[in-house]
């Protein structure tokens, strides 16, 4: 069965910076898209960023400060998280996507929570 395994998160004060990883376990490829979205407390989950090849998306309230990467060698995509600000703060998942335009998500795991303290 393939699922993902997130890690990296924690605390950090607003300005911090986090590396959140995302390691596939199984054999199986899903899709060639992968990316992260996130839940706070009384709010719609949000997609913050996905890629698929050379392709990438972001939402528009983390543009310019997360960065998506992978490492194709070891099957990991990471999330670069600079200047966090406290409404970052959230459990932030890890999954397949069917392309970066397409804000679905499939085989997350567990998830690694994420606060940012003002």
């Known amino acids: 069965q393939v699922k993902m395994v997130e890690s990296g998160g924690g605390s950090v004060q607003a300005g911090g910076s986090l590396r959140l990883s995302c390691a596939a376990s199984?054999?199986?490829?899903?899709?060639?898209?992968r990316g992260w979205f996130r839940q706070a407390p009384g709010k719609n989950n949000e997609g913050v960023a996905r890629i698929s090849g050379s392709r990438t998306y972001y939402a528009a309230s983390v543009k310019g400060r997360f960065t998506i990467s992978q490492d194709n060698a070891k099957n990991t995509v990471y999330l670069q998280m600079n200047n966090l600000q406290p409404e970052d703060t959230a459990m932030y998942y890890c999954?397949?996507?069917?392309?970066?335009?397409?804000?679905?998500?499939?085989?997350w795991g567990q998830g690694t929570q994420v606060n940012v303290s003002s």
């Open positions: 999954g397949y996507c069917s392309d970066v335009n397409a804000d679905s998500f499939s085989h």
């Open positions: 199984g054999y199986s490829v899903i899709s060639n898209c």
